[in-house]
């Protein structure tokens, strides 16, 4: 039986003696994650960065909106046309400059030009008128060369008009057309003044021909009259007959030649010179109100005044046939302008003319200049308004109205320093800042060679500080301890 068996004993055999050899092999054999995790945690060795050497700054760093300055939509007052107002040239385009004397649009013909000022054009601006929107007027034709009147008077007066004239002559426009009738009524007037001057004539030649006095022939008439009737009494009275009728003829006679001596009465020649003239006055006060009528004006459709004069065009929603409704136009100030906000705190440490600098869409930065700095709001955010130095106006074209990053230095070393990590520094006993190099290897730990050097320390920024070596040496790239 175990001989016919042999075969089935022998292979148990071998398997007992496998599986005795395994248990003694796995006994023996240790995996190196069982010998890590027997072996204990190493020994801590001094955690360490290196010494950098460059340029620290301090930087305020907010959120700004970049585009022209002080953009406003244009209304244009239609009010004057009786019909439609038909957009019908000198449409500008976007990123045009508008500057004094410049034609806004044209409509229905006629121009907008554009003039210097703050106050909107409300009333059409004519002889005789006076306000704060005449002075305004008389302002801006000094700021552009035209002699307006004094602007210390707010009235409209012949110099105004005058000056207005020229201004449409710059313009390239016939003056606007006067109210109806105006131009007869100057005629009108003119042809009155002239036929009061010629009875005024008449009568100065009445008064005189009646003030001359008597001619000689009629002292001569009067002289022989009384000759005659002296002859014919003395032939009476020699003649024996009665003479009484012919002395009295001579009495009457006498008071005739006597009268010719005496000045003439021109009092009614005189009335009638006084009337006429009179007659002049009224006639030349009616041509002055006439010529006033017809003097050169201002219609509010006509112009527009805007501040901070180059302006750039920015948009345009009009064209050439269009009827003029609501905002034909966005312009804003020809200079860039960088506006941002800063909590109360930031804005504290930044000063009108510091320099900053902003993001473009390449990723380099581009210069920057504080101009003003507003009082913080109720939310203690205070606006910052900054001024970009020049940009391309294709840069400023990607870059309109986008948000960007600001950075402000408010404080930077003067050229490169050494800089370590606040956490570096150490107070010695005598209260000196100090930093500990490591001379040997940060893995032996407290075993590992080191020294203490006294440091100044300068500015802080983004968690470094500026150190020069006061004893002992510091180099770029040593490394100090932070921790261990």
Do not use: C
């Amino acid at each position: 039986m175990l001989r016919g068996n042999r075969g089935l004993w022998i292979t148990a055999l071998v398997a007992v003696v496998a599986l005795g050899g395994g248990i003694l092999l796995g006994q023996l054999v240790v995996s190196p994650f069982d010998r890590a995790a027997g072996a204990g945690a190493p020994e801590p060795g001094l955690v360490t960065v290196p010494v950098e050497y460059g340029e620290l700054s301090n930087d305020v760093t907010l959120r700004g909106d970049i585009g022209y300055n002080d953009a406003v939509e244009l209304q244009f007052d239609t009010s004057s046309f009786e019909g439609a107002a038909i957009v019908t040239g000198q449409v500008p385009e976007a990123g045009a400059e508008v500057n004094a004397l410049s034609i806004a649009l044209e409509v229905t013909g006629r121009p907008v030009i554009v003039l210097p000022g703050e106050l909107p054009a409300y009333r059409t601006l004519r002889f005789g008128v006076s306000g704060p929107d005449v002075v305004q007027l008389k302002e801006a034709l000094a700021e552009v060369g035209i002699a307006g009147g004094d602007p210390a008077s707010d009235l409209f007066d012949q110099e105004t008009a005058n000056g207005l004239a020229e201004l449409y002559n710059q313009a390239g426009y016939p003056l606007p057309e006067p109210e109806e009738g105006a131009r007869e009524a100057v005629a009108a007037a003119e042809a009155g003044v002239r036929d009061a001057e010629q009875q005024v004539a008449d009568a100065e030649a009445a008064v005189a021909s009646a003030g001359q006095g008597a001619s000689p022939v009629e002292v001569r008439e009067a002289d022989n009259e009384i000759a005659s009737l002296w002859r014919q009494i003395r032939e009476a009275e020699g003649a024996g007959e009665d003479a009484s009728d012919l002395r009295d003829q001579l009495e009457v006679a006498k008071l005739r030649r006597q009268e010719l001596d005496q000045p003439k009465d021109t009092s009614a020649e005189q009335a009638m010179l006084d009337s006429a003239r009179d007659g002049v006055a009224s006639a030349q006060e009616s041509l002055v109100s006439a010529q006033q009528d017809a003097l050169p004006f201002l219609p509010a459709s006509e112009v527009m005044f805007l501040g901070d004069l180059p302006r750039r065009v920015d948009t345009v929603s009009v064209s050439r046939g269009d009827a003029l409704e609501g905002a034909a136009m966005t312009v804003s100030g020809a200079s860039v302008q960088l506006s941002g906000a800063a909590s109360s705190t930031d804005a504290g440490l930044l000063e009108e003319g510091m320099t900053a600098s902003f993001a473009l869409p390449d990723g380099t930065e581009h210069p920057a200049t504080i101009t003003k700095i507003a009082k913080s709001d109720e939310g203690g955010r205070t606006k910052i308004m900054f001024e970009p130095d020049p940009l391309e106006p294709s840069v400023m074209r990607e870059i309109q109205g986008e948000n960007v990053r600001i950075s402000i230095p408010v404080g930077a070393t003067d050229g490169e320093v050494l800089s370590v990590p606040y956490a570096a520094l150490t107070a010695g006993p005598g209260g000196e800042s100090r930093v500990e190099v490591v001379d040997g290897d940060p893995r032996d730990g407290e075993d590992a060679e080191t020294r203490l050097v006294v440091v100044e320390t300068g500015l802080a920024a983004d968690g470094y500080v500026e150190v020069t070596p006061e004893d002992g040496e510091l180099e770029e790239g040593d490394l100090v301890v932070v921790g261990s």
